[in-house]
């Protein structure tokens, strides 16, 4: 069995961003140099997510608006009692969920047709971090 | 290590199905001929999910309506510009998750009492895949 | 390849509790004996479900308020029909999902800053299994 991390850093310029990682994730795979396992995605902050859909811009924003519609930011959640101010982006990243795992088969990721890896950024403007562990053989 | 990979098609009649696969996926896990590992069961459609959770007829009817509550079809999604009509399974599959991994324990899928399995079809009525692959040793 | 498999029992005095098992989880990783891996948590009952957020009561206490917003405690759903009374707490189990694939990097949780694992119970006050099983070598 062959194990390969790697850590992929984003600071976005905006607060909330879906930025496509497929393809690094799809480099990462390649450099595990492993023929059949599971590769995991998952944001190590808790105001973001990983959200695999479509890259279509329409739908993206229909996310954006469903989201926020569903866990809207507020003043008045409690958690902003102690200085903070994301409470939504906590909920946001939970309804997303915030990590998936991808099949590799002949060394390679794989995805269906559309299927395209997102990272969600909820609360962003600094550095943070999402783990990608492949596993196998 | 092995790896065991195989591939469940579905083509709904309906444009809205909960289809239970337990005991395909059992089969699969019988056929990968491990003791112990995991089970990932991914939906590689991106408007279909998997859903673990209770075989009983009411309870899928709420769900069903719950879905439509929170993520409702309707037709001024940003992604119908595209011509689709399909936002809200894009949606509803968000809310359910695309995928689950499975303990594999004894040879056998490790489920508890009541674990159930299920394909959530959100757009149906064409082929969709479903990926299922079994690790472990 | 090595499996460790390990189930954490809950019996909660309320019917709603979030649980703080971040330390527990650590702890069947390290008797996992393995470097690197993949650790599987998922509740086995479907009441129940696995969050991953911050250790914060404020949060806490909002992340219960919004998931009685999103899926309230209601006696008209179908599933009550059977006699149950506790189709909200399904639902929730849905939106928080019940399961976490953690990253296990040089014999420890490969966790974020913040990244605490939580035992999500919707409706408890009875025995109820958690399922832990670490993969890896």
């Known amino acids: 069995m062959k194990a390969h991390t790697e850590y992929l850093v984003f600071s976005t310029r905006k607060r909330q961003e879906l930025i496509n990682i497929t393809e690094r994730v799809s480099e990462i795979v390649r450099r595990a140099a492993i023929a059949e396992g599971m590769c995991l995605v998952s944001a190590m902050h808790i105001t973001a997510g990983i959200w695999v859909n479509d890259e279509e811009e329409g739908l993206k ?5 469903w989201l926020e519609t569903l866990a809207p930011a ?17 909920l946001k990243r939970t309804l997303v969920h915030h990590q998936v795992v991808l ?29 990608v562990k492949v596993l196998g053989e």
């Open 61 to 65: 924003a229909d996310l954006a608006e």
């Open 74 to 90: 507020r003043p008045d959640y409690r958690h902003h009692r102690t200085g903070e101010d994301n409470a939504d982006a906590h």
């Open 103 to 131: 099949p590799v088969t002949s060394g390679a990721l794989d995805l269906g047709p559309w299927e395209q890896v997102f990272y969600a950024e909820f609360d962003g403007q600094r550095k943070k971090r999402v783990v």
